[in-house]
């Protein structure tokens, strides 16, 4: 059974800068990509960013690119996001996710069957 549990949400200014980790069991998470979404009020969940099953490349949604940034330990087998220069807009809920097929490390949430609780993130302005 895997388990994802989110951390490090919290109330940050604009333009601040927050941690956010993804603490996996069940699956180690240098054998799989995961995923980071977010869903805020009255919107759609969507996709944050991935990390392949390698480590070695990494996708971001246009809104985040140059200021988000994935990375991951497998010792501590977390998955962890760097939020920096952070805008109201990225108010919401993060989750974290891996793929039911290992590999897989797009844009559909319906490909990830493993979700973490999320944790809530908002940008005061």
């Known amino acids: 059974q895997v388990q994802l549990v989110e951390s490090g949400g919290g109330l940050v200014q604009a333009g601040g800068s927050r941690r956010l980790a993804c603490a996996a069991s069940?699956?180690?998470?240098?054998?799989?990509?995961m995923a980071w979404f977010r869903q805020a009020p009255g919107k759609e969940r969507e996709f944050v960013g991935s990390?392949?099953?390698?480590?070695?490349?990494?996708v971001y949604t246009d809104s985040v690119k140059g200021r988000f940034t994935i990375s991951r330990d497998n010792a501590k087998n977390t998955v962890y996001l760097q939020m920096n220069s952070l805008k109201p807009d990225d108010t919401a809920v993060y989750y974290c996710?891996?793929?039911?097929?290992?590999?897989?490390?797009?844009?559909?949430?319906?490909?990830?069957?493993?979700w973490g609780q999320g944790t809530q993130v908002t940008v005061s302005s």
């Open positions: 069940g699956r180690t998470v240098s054998s799989s990509a």
């Open positions: 996710a891996a793929p039911g097929l290992l590999l897989y490390s797009g844009t559909d949430p319906t490909k990830y069957d493993y």
């Open positions: 990390i392949s099953k390698g480590g070695g490349s990494t």
